[in-house]
C-alpha cells in the first residue's frame, strides 16, 4: 500500500463503499497515522463487518467509523464503541417515491429530506 499525499497534522478520513473484514481500512488507517495524520476516520455506505471485522476495528486508530443502516449494525455496536450509525431511511424512502412517481431522483442531490 502506498499513501499519495501529504498528511501531516491534518484529520483524515477513509471513503468505502462496503467493507467486510475490515483488512484493507484498518492498513490504510495505520498508514495515515504513520504519516502523520492527527486523526482517522472511516466513513463507509454498507457495513457487513464479518469475521474479524469488529476486532480488527476495535484494534484500530480509527477515531469513528461511521456507516449507513443499509445493514442493521446494533449487534456490532455493542462490540465495538467506534461504530456510529447514520440512518438513511428518508432519503431512500424518497428515491424510491421519485423513480414511482417518474420524478427526478437528482434532485435529492441538492435537497436531502431530514
Do not use: W
Not at 478520513?13 to 467486510?20: G, Q, R, S
Not at 457487513?48 to 446494533?74: D, L, W
Request: glycine letters at 6%; charged letters at 20%; a negative charge.
Amino acid at each position: 500500500m502506498v499513501l499519495v499525499g501529504d498528511v501531516k497534522d491534518r484529520v483524515a478520513i477513509l471513503v468505502d463503499d462496503m467493507e467486510d473484514t475490515c483488512g484493507t481500512v484498518c492498513h490504510a488507517a495505520d498508514k495515515l497515522l504513520s504519516a502523520g495524520a492527527t486523526k482517522v476516520y472511516a466513513i463507509l455506505t454498507h457495513g457487513i463487518f464479518s469475521g474479524p471485522a469488529i476486532s480488527r476495528i476495535n484494534n484500530a486508530c480509527f477515531e469513528a467509523v461511521v456507516v449507513t443502516n443499509t445493514i442493521p449494525q446494533e449487534d456490532k455496536m455493542k462490540h465495538c464503541p467506534k461504530i456510529q450509525v447514520i440512518d438513511i431511511s428518508m432519503i431512500l424512502a424518497e428515491a424510491i417515491r421519485r423513480t414511482h412517481n417518474g420524478e427526478s431522483v437528482s434532485y435529492l442531490f441538492s435537497h436531502v429530506p431530514l
